[in-house]
């Protein structure tokens, strides 16, 4: 019948297959999108600052994006695994409250090292908490680490009434240090991505993206659900403490709530980087190009005299798309279904 004849392919449309193929790739390099939004927000940013990328520019603007690099990279971990973490701002305060006591200029290597112990395992200790709560108690994510959040702040209070503190200078300089006319920053930077190849290539990565993608049948196969869930606040607990001695070494001081405004751009960046909020997909580098889109977006608010709560309401809209997107698609696809 003519009225089931297949309608010729429109012409001025790309072939189905060039769509799929394009629709796949992007699927499995989801941060290829958020790479775009980088080239893109570095274009405004380079028309508003001409000097984005000479050095001295580049070293500022990376040693101040570095401390959300490293505390969104222990997020990335940690909603990979189907969970959020909702105090790392928190712990970011009271790992840095931690070390500005400990940490003076008249101390000397071996105190340094004893205090930057110290702040890994009080973070270790604070993602241990979590992760006991969360993984073995069975509680809500999103309501244990908001309850944490409290307590970690009151400890940020407890050990630093108030702002003040004056670290060594030997690290402040160290951050501040360009070895090879290549930002300190870049190093870590490099070494984040490393870390996370290494971790990706690993057993507990292959849990790590099942326990995230579907639990029970991840259980059913003999995958260690909890230890895996306890393991990612751990490992976020010790990126915050790293992210807090970024923020002690680029500030020179302390304050009790340094990461008061660092937990929602974490969950911002992760889900820019392409990894879904759900779990089971995603990865750390996708995350690292979010957090610079957000920081640069962040300078043409600024450069621009744009009101800054437009950063604000940029961010929550994010999320609201991010946790939208999966029931949209999932209509979109009914639909067509239904056809």
């Not at 405004?44 to 040693?63: E, G, K, M, P, W």
């Not at 670290?167 to 920053?185: E, K, V």
Request: net charge positive; charged share 10%.
């Amino acid at each position: 019948m003519l009225a089931d004849t297949p309608a010729p392919p429109d012409a001025t449309s790309p072939p189905a297959s060039v769509l799929q193929a394009v629709r796949r790739f992007v699927s499995k390099n989801p941060f290829v999108v958020a790479l775009l939004l980088l080239i893109v927000t570095a274009l405004i940013n380079r028309a508003l600052q001409d000097n984005l990328f000479d050095l001295r520019s580049l070293n500022r603007n990376l040693r101040t994006f570095l401390p959300a690099i490293i505390l969104a990279v222990g997020q990335t971990i940690v909603i990979i695994g189907g969970g959020v973490d909702l105090s790392v701002g928190a712990m970011v305060s009271m790992i840095n409250a931690i070390l500005t006591v400990l940490i003076t200029q008249e101390s000397t290597g071996p105190e340094i090292v004893g205090a930057l112990m110290v702040g890994a395992g009080a973070g270790i200790a604070a993602g241990a908490i979590n992760g006991f709560a969360v993984a073995y108690l069975r509680l809500q994510p999103i309501v244990t680490t908001y309850a944490t959040s409290f307590l970690f702040a009151g400890l940020a209070l407890l050990i630093l009434p108030r702002p003040g503190g004056d670290i060594s200078d030997s690290l402040q300089d160290l951050y501040r240090s360009t070895p090879l006319d290549i930002p300190f920053a870049v190093y870590v930077i490099g070494g984040l991505i490393v870390i996370w190849l290494i971790l990706r290539s690993t057993r507990w990565a292959q849990f790590l993206y099942a326990t995230g993608g579907k639990a029970e049948a991840a259980y059913t196969t003999g995958v260690p659900v909890n230890r895996i869930r306890f393991s990612t606040y751990v490992l976020c607990g010790l990126f915050a403490a790293a992210a807090a001695l970024a923020y002690t070494m680029l500030t020179g001081s302390g304050s009790p709530r340094s990461g008061d405004e660092m937990t929602l751009p974490t969950v911002v960046a992760v889900v820019l980087g392409g990894t879904r909020l759900a779990g089971g997909q995603g990865g750390v580098i996708g995350t690292i190009i979010g957090v610079v889109i957000l920081r640069l977006f962040g300078n043409i608010v600024s450069f621009a005299n744009v009101p800054s709560w437009w950063q604000t309401l940029v961010n929550a809209l994010i999320i609201l798309v991010a946790l939208a997107a999966p029931g949209i698609i999932r209509a979109i696809q009914a639909r067509r279904s239904g056809r």
